[in-house]
């Protein structure tokens, strides 16, 4: 897992713009609704656990899933 900070976050559509160390210049990623219920936004600054997609799922271009909020 990646740990990373949210930059900005688009609620309406349900990914965001995310930084880390592994991922200069910052990464996109998914929300997931797996391990995040309830959480349809994430405020910039927020910090969250990111896995890699799985395959089949980097077809639209993101390469991150959100799986959890780190409190």
């Known amino acids: 897992m990646i740990t990373a900070t949210v930059r900005e976050w688009y609620e ?5 713009v ?4 592994e991922t200069p210049g910052g990464c996109f990623a998914h929300f997931s ?8 936004t994430l405020d910039p600054g927020r910090q969250v656990q990111l896995e890699w997609e799985a395959p089949g ?3 639209d271009g993101y390469d991150f899933r959100a799986r959890r909020v780190i409190p």
Do not use: C
């Open 33 to 40: 609704d797996i391990e995040m219920a309830g959480f349809r």
């Open 18 to 21: 995310l930084d880390s160390a």
């Open 57 to 59: 799922f980097q077809q």
């Open 12 to 16: 309406e559509e349900g990914w965001g």
